[in-house]
């Protein structure tokens, strides 16, 4: 084959893989284009049918709406409120077991005269509590300053397949301290009513009560003893100003005079710096400090951060508001009505077609 053959021959070639080319996407945008021309007929024949039939569709929405309004009316509302709790002594599983006990009392076995009962209320105001729900109170800083501290510990090996994706996805509800609880109620003047009764039914374990105690025997034993310390460190600065004052009446003579050691103070300084002494009253008065907030803090098994609210507020959503839903329903059950009114009429056109 000569080399002028040759070359036609490659753009024959290539002609034809750019023309098969063009039919791929013309074939491709047809098929688009028939897609949305589908959907098109299929919208404009709904319309269509809505606007020969438009008297039947409008009175269900009227009349779904005049229902729904009335049910509406007729129904309590449902009211919510949060309270805000941090757990001690990894108390948090128990609490969650007893909010999921709440929660099926209130929720699923409607047992008010139990709920009654635990919350020292009447059996009536009992019957209105819905249910009970509690989740971790999430803070991003909160769960980087976890892993950072987990990360620490970690070795080299596991310090590369620990990401910050993973740890967050391992931690459980267990993990965190501060947790939201939240009540549901169509009383919305409930909430204050039941708040010191359903606080104790949070920690109900006699284990957990039993670390408390021990907790604030602890903590009580070791401000005794910093207490007696302080006793102590006062009584030597006072022993000592007396010293600073005996030795400052005293002619001064070279190497005569009291000396007062403290520690490992060398021996050549007659009166040993009284700041070491302020500085070790400081840091027992720091320590008691910090006890007075531990027993704060730790009181009780659940610290209530924030409690309820004085009334409750609305927490219903759209769907649950009959005069929305419920000119929807009638408004789909019309149109399923003439839809198979209208498949009816089309199998038995084909019937007789075929006979």
Do not use: C
């Not at 729900?133 to 950072?148: F, H, T, V």
């Not at 009446?249 to 190497?255: A, D, E, S, T, V």
Request: proline letters at 2%; a neutral charge; glycine letters at 4%.
């Amino acid at each position: 084959m000569s080399k002028k053959d040759s070359q036609q021959s490659e753009e024959v070639d290539l002609g034809q893989l750019f023309k098969l080319i063009g039919n791929a996407f013309d074939r491709f945008f047809k098929f688009i284009g028939n897609i949305f021309i589908g959907i098109y007929k299929v919208v404009l024949l709904l319309f269509i049918h809505i606007y020969q039939r438009f008297v039947w569709y409008a009175a269900a929405l009227v009349l779904g709406g005049l229902i729904g309004f009335v049910i509406d009316k007729s129904s309590d509302k449902l009211y919510g409120a949060n309270m805000f709790i941090e757990t001690n002594f990894n108390s948090a599983r128990q609490v969650y077991e007893n909010l999921k006990q709440l929660h099926q009392l209130a929720s699923v076995d409607k047992d008010t005269l139990e709920l009654a009962k635990l919350f020292d209320i009447s059996a009536s105001e009992a019957s209105k509590l819905k249910g009970f729900y509690i989740e971790p109170d999430l803070d991003e800083n909160n769960i980087a300053e976890k892993y950072s501290t987990f990360y620490s510990r970690l070795d080299s090996i596991s310090r590369l397949e620990m990401t910050y994706d993973r740890y967050r996805e391992s931690l459980t509800p267990y993990d965190f301290k501060i947790h939201r609880i939240g009540v549901a109620s169509t009383d919305k003047n409930i909430y204050k009513k039941i708040e010191k009764a359903f606080t104790d039914q949070l920690s109900g374990n006699p284990y957990l009560q039993e670390l408390l105690e021990v907790n604030k025997l602890n903590l009580n034993l070791k401000d005794k003893v910093l207490v007696t310390q302080l006793e102590k460190t006062d009584s030597l600065v006072g022993e000592y100003l007396k010293i600073r004052i005996s030795e400052a009446k005293k002619q001064q003579i070279p190497n005569s005079g009291t000396n007062l050691y403290m520690g490992n103070a060398e021996s050549t300084n007659l009166i040993v710096d009284e700041s070491k002494i302020i500085e070790k009253r400081l840091e027992l008065e720091n320590q008691r400090l910090k006890i007075n907030e531990a027993l704060v803090e730790k009181k009780n098994v659940v610290n209530i951060l924030a409690g309820f609210p004085n009334s409750g507020y609305d927490i219903s959503k759209w769907t649950d508001k009959k005069k929305i839903i419920l000119p929807i329903v009638l408004f789909l059950a019309t149109l399923l009505v003439f839809s198979m009114i209208g498949f009816a009429k089309f199998l038995k056109s084909q019937s007789e077609t075929l006979n």
